[in-house]
């Protein structure tokens, strides 16, 4: 059940709202957005309905959303989702494009291939320091040196950072160098590692896995929305595939308009892991724009024959400045102003 309520509600009101819910057998979250409040109800809502609110003319509508997933539904916030992530806009309206390598690899290489990509028009720097790889014998990324590249890398060009975490223990070395949270494809189901991220105030781009249902996708995000964290980012990067010899994931992008008739939550495509080879990137990108996402995730490298992971699947620069002009054009075609500079420092 979702309870929307417009500003002006008093907080003492606002507590008795809360309280009567609680009395109900029901537990109620709160979600504060700028131009309304949603309080989700979890649990007993049977007994629940609006005649219980009607003192309150503030509380706009009492919906029963069948669906599992609560916070995430589209009800929840029917206007989308805006977050400001230190000067990037995600959201209606918005379109952004966060590039870099796939792995920190060295500080050379990264400040290279972030001062590349910032000079294209990225505003976010990709990269991980902790590697998710199928053996256990190939790179497995550079850890909290990693890390310490990576804030180089945003110091020098102002760019946020955004960096997987595989653990709890990386998550905690993250939050001092990190801007977004990437959640793998490998840990969209890690539980553990969901309540957690609940409990954190920084923003996280959540990786559909492998093989995951849309529904499964979104019950995901709801564990991290009803933890209490209500920046979560959703990203497309290719489904298991039958056929690998021309292309390593199926890129999933009937999801993107799905998504958008389904949660307020931003959706970002990702060309690079959805395609696994640079050739595909560049249309897949634009179709990722196409389908209506509110952002990419492109993997860049000056080196990719050097790369210690990912190579075959990323844009040499000069590809990526070339692409930006085109997504630039086709935004203004599709009225998707692309940001190509930091707006302001400050996070939401
Ligand atoms: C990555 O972004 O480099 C990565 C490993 O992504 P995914 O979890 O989608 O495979
Ligand atoms: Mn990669």
């Not at 550079?142 to 890398?153: C, D, F, S, W």
């Not at 945003?154 to 801007?179: K, Q």
Request: hydrophobic fraction near 40%; charged fraction near 25%; charge should be neutral.
């Amino acid at each position: 059940m979702i309870i929307v309520i417009k500003k002006g509600l008093k907080p003492e009101n606002i507590q008795e709202v809360l309280l009567k819910i609680k009395d109900l057998g029901a537990s109620p979250h709160i979600v504060e957005g700028r131009e309304q409040m949603t309080v989700s109800v979890l649990g007993k809502t049977e007994k629940i309905s609006l005649k219980d609110f009607e003192v309150f003319p503030e509380i706009e509508s009492v919906m029963r959303v069948s669906k599992p997933f609560k916070l995430a539904s589209l009800a929840a916030k029917p206007n989308g989702s805006t977050f400001n992530i230190k000067g990037v806009m995600f959201g209606p309206g918005h379109f952004n494009i966060m590039a870099g390598p796939c792995s920190v690899e060295s500080e050379d290489q990264t400040l290279r291939i972030a001062h590349a990509v910032k000079k294209a028009g990225a505003t976010i720097i990709r990269g991980g320091a902790f590697k998710p790889r199928s053996s256990p014998y190939s790179f497995q990324g550079m850890g909290l040196e990693g890390l310490k590249i990576l804030q180089k890398a945003s110091r020098e060009t102002g760019l946020p950072i955004i960096s997987e975490a595989m653990d709890l223990e990386g998550l905690r070395m993250m939050m001092d160098y990190v801007d977004i949270i990437q959640i793998g494809a490998r840990n969209m189901q890690n539980f553990a590692l969901l309540k957690e991220l609940g409990k954190i105030d920084k923003p996280i781009l959540l990786k559909r896995g492998m093989s995951a249902t849309v529904e499964e996708w979104l019950m995901s995000a709801e564990y991290i929305l009803a933890g209490g964290n209500d920046k979560v980012i959703l990203c497309e990067r290719g489904i298991r595939t039958f056929d690998t010899q021309f292309s390593r994931n199926t890129l999933d992008l009937n999801v993107v308009p799905i998504l958008k008739g389904l949660t307020h939550l931003p959706v970002v495509v990702d060309p690079s892991h959805g395609t696994g080879f640079r050739h595909l990137v560049a249309p897949m990108s634009l179709a990722g724009m196409a389908s209506g996402a509110d952002s990419l995730i492109i993997e860049v490298h000056d080196k990719p024959e050097e790369a210690l992971s990912d190579g075959p699947q990323a844009l040499l620069p000069s590809d990526f400045e070339a692409l930006m002009k085109k997504l630039v054009q086709m935004g203004e075609i599709m009225g998707r102003k692309v940001q190509t500079e930091i707006l302001d420092k400050k996070a939401s």
